[in-house]
T-cell receptor, first 115, second 113 residues
Framework: DAGVIQSPRHEVTEMGQEVTLRCKPISGHNSLFWYRQTMMRGLELLIYFNNNVPIDDSGMPEDRFSAKMPNASFSTLKIQPSEPRDSAVYFC?????????????FGPGTRLLVL | AQSVTQPDIHITVSEGASLELRCNYSYGATPYLFWYVQSPGQGLQLLLKYFSGDTLVQGIKGFEAEFKRSQSSFNLRKPSVHWSDAAEYFCAVRGGSNYKLTFGKGTLLTVNP
């Protein structure tokens, strides 16, 4: 049973470049979350989708960040242009909405380094 | 607003010793509580969760946690630590009707041989 799949696992880019992170949630899950993990701020929720619709994007740092979920099996997080302070580990998680008892399952993360 | 405090940033134990990682939460109603573990360079793996019922919850890898409403705590325990348990442990809280999972800052566990 495949878990949440993220790609790439590692990304090194230069400031100003566009970065696209990808996520495939667990099959059958209808909620998807993007998190960012840094030493300073810990784990932060960036955006939450339910049934492919963005429900809460209040955690997205600024307009340089955007996320899409074109279908139930794929989501992207894009940073354009990237900056060194965007360096972090980005996690995708998915869950099945079930009246409150849902559990989020995390992918392995994408380690992003912006030079 | 919900919040989680993990008072211990770093804990070192000897292999075979018992372990308790502390977690205190703040939430106005009945919380849903989770413990995740993150090995170096890996994602977060769910160890156990509490939604309702028995306040002592069993998880994977021999871990257990006890929900104490009076103390707003959900401490993680293991009777005998193995070297492979070295990792970072995160406590998290969510409301019943709230999707938002709030994490503590984590506790890094080092296991000495």
């Amino acid at each position: 049973d495949a878990g949440v799949i993220q790609s790439p696992r590692h990304e090194v880019t230069e400031m100003g470049q566009e970065v696209t992170l990808r996520c495939k949630p667990i099959s059958g899950h209808n909620s998807l979350f993007w998190y960012r993990q840094t030493m300073m701020r810990g784990l932060e929720l960036l955006i939450y989708f339910n049934n492919n619709v963005p429900i809460d994007d209040s955690g997205m740092p600024e307009d340089r960040f955007s996320a899409k979920m074109p279908n139930a099996s794929f989501s992207t997080l894009k940073i354009q242009p990237s900056e060194p302070r965007d360096s972090a580990v980005y996690f995708c998680a998915s869950s099945l909405t079930s009246g409150g008892s849902e559990t989020q399952y995390f992918g392995p993360g994408t380690r992003l380094l912006v030079l | 607003a919900q919040s989680v405090t993990q008072p211990d940033i770093h804990i070192t134990v000897s292999e075979g010793a018992s372990l308790e990682l502390r977690c205190n939460y703040s939430y106005g109603a009945t919380p849903y509580l989770f413990w995740y573990v993150q090995s170096p360079g890996q994602g977060l793996q769910l160890l156990l969760k509490y939604f309702s019922g028995d306040t002592l919850v069993q998880g994977i890898k021999g871990f257990e946690a006890e929900f104490k409403r009076s103390q707003s705590s959900f401490n993680l325990r293991k009777p005998s630590v193995h070297w492979s348990d070295a990792a970072e442990y995160f406590c998290a809280v969510r409301g019943g009707s709230n999707y938002k999972l709030t994490f503590g800052k984590g506790t890094l566990l080092t296991v000495n041989p």
